[in-house]
């Protein structure tokens, strides 16, 4: 199978980027906000199609697309306790492909609690909402251009023995699912939950060692049964880490933060997709000056992993149904002023990608092969008062294909977006 992943419109990332970086100016006079914003969006290629294929009436390769949103937040801090919080609900209208106008949501929410006896943790939610990213083709490679929706809910918890002293015990778990509305897509609806129980020790006030085994438990409910007759059979996987990390912070200019993990990844059903092997996510954060912000990320794991859902190589909420994905990405910030702000990001991700095939009623096969995606994106915002921010961005993703199981396209996307909020 192809991968295919939930898709924040262009404006819709803006939006919830310029919000979330408002956020704290607000919070120092209010603990919540409320506003909306009006973006408007060219896409060069909306449905990821190579550049020798034709489209036919009522779709059409390049359209334009304007997004109303409402948002609202709260930033909230009682003694030892912090409550933060985003929403938004939008609408989107696509002047060309109408069937694809819809409207979609986004919550995340995060509590932090502490307590006298050295416990601390964090509770967290989100959901959301939106159009799913064109990216899967049926048995005869035909593109599935159907109107599809994406929703996406997610559930962590954390809880700390010891923050302050130099040994700390950790414990986590959490559940994810995605679900999406076009019956064509079943096949991508997920479900998991893990757990995890490590220690975290800190060598010097400037080193963090930490070791954790987390236990991953997936199912695909809709997973195509073996005969062929259009039935389900679920697939479920395990999936085991031993997650061994370390955070380096000489300055309050740099953090690098180090994974390894040793994963084993075993399925009842797709058996393709068995991995053993490494993987892990290494991060730098560097703040030379003031007013520079620079970003490094390589991240190597599976499909259904949270670094791959957060990776942000392909825009936020990615989920891939590749064997592996290996990523890289730089990116940039710059303060002009107090007004005025530049980003910019540049990214490769190579995947390895499998898909399990029926052969007859009884017999598997599967097919490999892989592809690499160049992203290339700009952007820039000015707050002229407190309460308006006005900001554009630019959008270049370039996908080189090897094998059937994807293709070759090249996509373009300018935006420009506004928001007012009141506090």
């Known amino acids: 199978m192809t991968s295919l992943r939930p898709h924040l419109s262009r404006p819709t990332l803006a939006l919830l980027l310029a919000s979330a970086a408002w956020q704290p100016v607000l919070a120092e006079t209010s603990p919540w906000y409320l506003g909306a914003s009006q973006a408007l969006a060219h896409e060069s290629n909306l449905y990821r199609i190579a550049s020798s294929e034709t489209l036919t009436t009522p779709y059409s390769k390049a359209d334009t697309v304007a997004t109303t949103s409402l948002l609202g937040g709260l930033d909230q801090q009682w003694g030892r306790q912090h409550l933060g919080a985003t929403a938004s609900i939008r609408n989107s209208r696509y002047q060309n492909n109408s069937h694809l106008n819809n409207s979609g949501y986004g919550l995340n929410a995060a509590l932090d609690w502490e307590t006298a006896n050295r416990l601390s943790g964090r509770l967290s939610v989100a959901s959301d909402q939106n159009l799913a990213q064109f990216n899967s083709r049926d048995s005869s490679n035909q593109l599935i251009a159907l109107r599809n929706v994406v929703r996406a809910n997610q559930l962590d918890a954390t809880a700390r023995l010891g923050t302050v002293t130099r040994l700390t015990l950790e414990a986590g778990a959490g559940y994810r699912s995605?679900?999406?509305?076009?019956?064509?897509?079943?096949?991508?609806?997920?479900?998991?939950?893990?757990?995890?129980?490590?220690?975290?020790?800190?060598?010097?006030?400037?080193?963090?060692?930490?070791?954790?085994?987390?236990?991953?438990?997936?199912?695909?409910?809709?997973?195509?049964?073996?005969?062929?007759?259009?039935?389900?059979?679920?697939?479920?996987?395990?999936?085991?880490?031993?997650?061994?990390?370390?955070?380096?912070?000489?300055?309050?200019?740099?953090?690098?933060?180090?994974?390894?993990?040793?994963?084993?990844?075993?399925?009842?059903?797709?058996?393709?997709?068995?991995?053993?092997?490494?993987?892990?996510?290494?991060?730098?954060?560097?703040?030379?000056?003031?007013?520079?912000?620079?970003?490094?990320?390589?991240?190597?794991?599976?499909?259904?992993?949270?670094?791959?859902?957060?990776?942000?190589?392909?825009?936020?909420?990615?989920?891939?149904?590749?064997?592996?994905?290996?990523?890289?990405?730089?990116?940039?910030?710059?303060?002009?002023?107090?007004?005025?702000?530049?980003?910019?990001?540049?990214?490769?991700?190579?995947?390895?990608?499998?898909?399990?095939?029926?052969?007859?009623?009884?017999?598997?096969?599967?097919?490999?092969?892989?592809?690499?995606?160049?992203?290339?994106?700009?952007?820039?915002?000015?707050?002229?008062?407190?309460?308006?921010?006005?900001?554009?961005?630019?959008?270049?993703?370039?996908?080189?294909a090897n094998s059937s199981l994807s293709w070759s396209y090249g996509s373009t996307s300018v935006s420009c977006y506004g928001q007012a909020t009141l506090q």
């Open 178 to 400: 995605r679900e999406y509305s076009a019956s064509r897509y079943d096949a991508y609806d997920s479900r998991q939950t893990y757990g995890s129980l490590g220690v975290r020790w800190r060598s010097s006030p400037a080193l963090q060692l930490g070791a954790a085994l987390r236990l991953t438990n997936g199912r695909y409910p809709h997973f195509p049964a073996a005969d062929g007759s259009g039935a389900y059979d679920p697939d479920t996987y395990r999936r085991t880490d031993l997650d061994l990390s370390a955070r380096w912070t000489p300055s309050g200019a740099t953090d690098l933060s180090v994974r390894v993990s040793p994963t084993r990844t075993r399925y009842d059903r797709d058996t393709a997709r068995n991995l053993s092997g490494l993987t892990g996510l290494v991060r730098w954060d560097w703040q030379p000056g003031g007013k520079l912000r620079l970003s490094s990320k390589l991240s190597r794991d599976n499909g259904q992993s949270a670094d791959v859902y957060n990776l942000g190589i392909f825009g936020q909420g990615v989920v891939d149904y590749g064997r592996t994905t290996t990523a890289l990405q730089f990116s940039a910030a710059y303060d002009l002023s107090a007004k005025v702000a530049l980003n910019a990001s540049i990214g490769r991700a190579h995947r390895s990608l499998v898909d399990t095939r029926i052969l007859n009623s009884t017999v598997l096969s599967k097919a490999a092969g892989g592809d690499d995606t160049d992203t290339l994106a700009l952007g820039a915002r000015w707050a002229p008062v407190r309460w308006a921010l006005l900001g554009c961005d630019l959008n270049v993703d370039n996908r080189h």
